[in-house]
């Protein structure tokens, strides 16, 4: 996802002083924490609750990850979480997600995140509430 590209689902968030180590800087685990919140509240946006589908016994996974960090947030920065998700095999989706620093956007991190959905029987499967939001049957 470069700067250019149109995202599907962008959210704002602001840099909390808790989430930053010794040196002053986001910490590298607290990243994921912002990615994996940008991916909850995408799928709210297009009518699916991570709780709510847990609870039905519908468990959402991630099997993969990449992520190169390019830069470091520091406590007050505002940024946001640019994601887009595309159907990456018949079980699999991929949320190509990136964190801009505002107001210039600068890039900070990307991340490839590779997501299934398991259900009550164990087994990976795709729903079709899960195909119809990221526009695939």
């Known amino acids: 996802m470069s700067g250019a590209d149109c995202s599907r689902f962008t959210l ?3 840099v909390r002083d808790y989430e930053c180590d010794i040196e002053g800087i986001v910490n590298n685990a607290v990243y994921l924490h912002y990615l994996e919140h940008a991916r ?4 709210k946006s297009v009518g699916l609750d991570f709780a709510e589908l847990t609870r039905s016994g519908l468990h959402l996974v991630v099997v ?3 992520v190169d ?3 470091s947030l ?3 920065d505002v ?9 990456a095999s018949r079980i699999r989706v991929a949320f190509r997600q990136a964190i801009y620093r505002l107001p210039e956007r600068m890039p900070m991190l990307q991340a490839l995140v590779i997501a299934t959905a398991v259900g ?3 087994k990976p499967c795709m729903p079709p509430e899960l ?3 990221i526009g695939g049957s």
Do not use: I, K, P, T
């Open 64 to 66: 993969r990850m990449e």
């Open 79 to 87: 940024f946001v979480v640019e994601l887009d998700v595309e159907r």
């Open 120 to 122: 009550s029987n164990g």
């Open 12 to 14: 704002q968030l602001e």
């Open 74 to 76: 520091r406590s007050g």
């Open 131 to 133: 195909a119809a939001a």
């Open 40 to 43: 909850h509240q995408f799928l």
């Open 69 to 71: 960090y390019l830069a």
